[in-house]
Every structure is written in C-alpha cells, then in structure tokens.
C-alpha cells in the first residue's frame, strides 16, 4: 500500500524505497522507521497534489518541462555505498513525475553522482517530450540541479582526466547538451524539492520544499479558494 501511496507522494518515496529493501531481513528498527512513516501518513491524509488552471493559456505554444535532479553520494548502507537518485518532473506549475531510485554503479566522488543524476532525468524529460510531441504539442526541456561540478561535467566535451572511467553510455547528454535539446541550470540546495527522494530533510525543510512541489493540505486550498477566489483546484491523494 505504501508502494502504491508513493507514486501520487513524493514526500515519501525515499522513506518507502529504502523500507522495501528490508523486506527479505526486516530488524525492530526496520518496524520502528515502517511505524513512523505510518503515522506520518496518518497525519497528512488531507494532502494533495495542487493543479493550477492554465487560463487563456494556449497549448500549441511552447510547454516547459522542468526537471530537478539530486543525489545522495554513497548513501546506500549495503557495503557497495551506492549512491541514490531522485528527480521531480513539473510541467508548468504541475508535478507530473517523480522517482528515487539506486544508482547501478558506484560513483567515486559527489559530482559524479550528481552527473548520473543528470542523465537519468534528462532521460526521463525527454521521453516526456517525444510523448507531447505525439499529440502536437511543442515542448522545451529545463534540468535543474545543485551541482556546479556536475553542470561542468556536462557541458564540456569528452571524458576528460577525472571521467576516464564512466561509461561511454552516459555520455549523450553532453550531445544533447551541446545542441541545446536541453537546458541545465544551476539550483540553490535549499530549493532543490529533489532532496525529498534522496535523504531525510528536517521538518523546516520538508515544509518548505512541499509548498515548492504543491503537495499541500487540501482543506487549505480550500479555505484559500473561497476566501481569495484563487483560480487553483486540489486534487487529494488516495
């Protein structure tokens, strides 16, 4: 159910993601992290995805995809320390995608992670484009992250002294890159809504980077909409 929960919750797609890697060998502090996430689901029933109306807004224009992209460097507690992907995908003001995931390969510094990060939401983004673009609508793709080590790696040219071991697969994205298919764009860490799906955040954080994604009490949204006449509608989630 929690697996089913995540896919409309972004807040707790990391939590779930490493719960369900205790399943064969579950400990006491395994059902300890499984209660408290079930309490904090508990107590925020009410919330759910914002979905702003686009009002005289004429699709046949250029729709921006926004991916922000982060990664946790060799978080992962088995004893290879892999690394964690997570990425949130906007179209305009709307979260359409979001994942965390365990990076296949273990990265020997930050930046790289972060470059891993970076392909596999590029990857994502694109995909999304070539599915707009089957129905006739124009798109343009916008990669956020907090990495000015990841963003240089991207943008330069071939493997270089410090990337002679990454796979040659991974290098498209400095082709993409370079015939602007994609823009990248550098993030401040404290507005990067990505950290929900790599690590734990404290509470001022989480509350900050949900307001930015639009996952927010419904019944609030509510009481806004009738006392400001926002052109906003709530979806809550099951």
């Known amino acids: 159910r929690l697996l089913y929960l995540s896919h409309s919750r972004c807040d707790i797609q990391f939590s779930t993601r490493l719960l369900c890697t205790k399943l064969s060998k579950p400990t006491k502090y395994d059902m300890r992290a499984l209660r408290h996430l079930v309490r904090y689901c508990m107590g925020t029933l009410k919330y759910g995805l914002r979905f702003d109306r686009l009002n005289g807004t004429d699709m046949s224009k250029d729709v921006v995809i926004t991916?922000?992209?982060?990664?946790?460097?060799?978080?992962?507690?088995?004893?290879?320390?892999?690394?964690?992907?997570?990425?949130?995908?906007?179209?305009?003001?709307?979260?359409?995608?979001?994942?965390?995931?365990?990076?296949?390969?273990?990265?020997?510094?930050s930046a790289e992670s972060e470059f891993y990060s970076i392909c596999l939401g590029t990857d994502e983004?694109?995909?999304?484009?070539?599915?707009?673009?089957?129905?006739?609508?124009?798109?343009?793709?916008?990669v956020m992250t907090d990495s000015s080590a990841a963003l240089a790696q991207c943008y330069r040219l071939g493997a270089g002294a410090s990337m002679k071991h990454i796979a040659t697969r991974f290098f498209w994205i400095q082709e993409q890159v370079g015939s602007r298919a994609v823009t990248l764009k550098k993030v401040k860490g404290l507005e990067n809504p990505a950290d929900l799906m790599t690590k734990g955040v404290p509470v001022r954080t989480l509350r900050s980077l949900l307001d930015r994604t639009g996952l927010q009490d419904s019944e609030v949204m509510i009481a806004a909409l009738g006392v400001g006449g926002s052109s906003s509608t709530a979806s809550t989630t099951p």
């Open 67 to 109: 991916v922000y992209v982060d990664a946790d460097w060799a978080g992962s507690s088995s004893g290879f320390r892999k690394s964690s992907s997570g990425g949130l995908m906007m179209c305009g003001n709307v979260v359409v995608h979001s994942w965390s995931k365990g990076q296949s390969v273990v990265a020997k510094s």
């Open 125 to 142: 983004a694109l995909g999304w484009k070539s599915l707009l673009a089957s129905v006739g609508v124009e798109s343009s793709v916008v």
